[in-house]
């Protein structure tokens, strides 16, 4: 993580524009054949990035990275780029999805639909999140497993929504999975819900932050913004990049990231003013200002979390 941090602050400060999400791919995929850790790697892509969106996908690439590491033994090669299926039409807990993932010996088949799948078809495989067992279609509890997907598998289809308001660049579509038949290898270890879904709102928060800091620090550097700002940041990556490698589930990591993320937002304020002073018409101020929602996104299941945490504490036995 130093290495990585020495970079974002003495590395050179131009980066060629991005044109597209092929683009972005080819560029990450080269990045990736450096061999980073995933939290150096998010960092190293938000850096990159010639705006917010594409240091959103950095750090969206570099938590799939670190869960498929930690929970499944993963180690992804070079050009594989991930999305994790887990939503559907009513939400994402254990009783909202219905997706089946039915194993037979050597054979896994995989059907069902997910409403919202980040990069669509641009991912070279998917982490569908479904029912196992006996379970009913409409039981309360299911068992869950996560399923690695190619997104060349037969039976795979995609359903286009349009652009959010902000990051546009960011492609999200629908995914139906008509009995894609698989091997049985493409079952991941451990529980779909407690192991991937549930860690990866926490992964998620932590290297999109990491990445999008990432970009700012580049770009505050760029613009000569005041050295204090620009240590703010940096000190903000080392926290975040330490979180990045905590115990995910523990009420601690989950409390200093609540911290981590409330410090961001006010660095984020701090920006808007910097920005704000840019000449009118200058295109990366004018992306920050319709991309600032990003960092409101999923809040109130932050708040949640930490007061969870909170709880946990409080109730845990005292030694």
Known sequence: MQDSLTYCLSAATEVAPMADLTDWCQRWQALAAGGHAPAALAMRGGFAADRVGWAFAAGYQGALRA??????????????????CATEAAG??????HTTLSVSQDSLTVS?????????????????????????????????????????????HFQDKPPIEF???????GSRFDAVAL?????????????????FRTVEDTYIALAVQAWLLREARARQWPLAFQQQLAAQLVTLATLADSDWSSAATHLALAGALERSQELYQQATGYFD?????DPVAQRWHRDRPL???ASTPRELRAERAWQRLRDAPRS
């Open 67 to 84: 869960l498929l590491a930690r929970h499944a033994g993963y180690a992804a090669g070079a050009g594989e780029l991930f999305a994790m």
């Open 92 to 97: 994402n807990r254990p009783r909202d999805i």
């Open 112 to 156: 069902g639909e997910k409403s919202w799948t980040t990069l669509g078809p641009a991912a070279s495989a998917f982490l569908v999140v479904g029912r196992v067992g006996s379970d009913r279609d409409d039981a309360a509890s299911p068992s869950l497993k996560v399923a690695l997907v190619p997104t060349s598998a037969p039976g795979i």
């Open 167 to 173: 990051v546009p660049e960011i492609p999200h579509t």
């Open 183 to 199: 091997g049985s290898d493409a079952l991941l270890p451990g529980d779909g819900y407690s192991d991937y879904v549930k860690p």
């Open 277 to 281: 002073q840019a000449p009118a018409g």
């Open 295 to 297: 960092f409101r996104v």
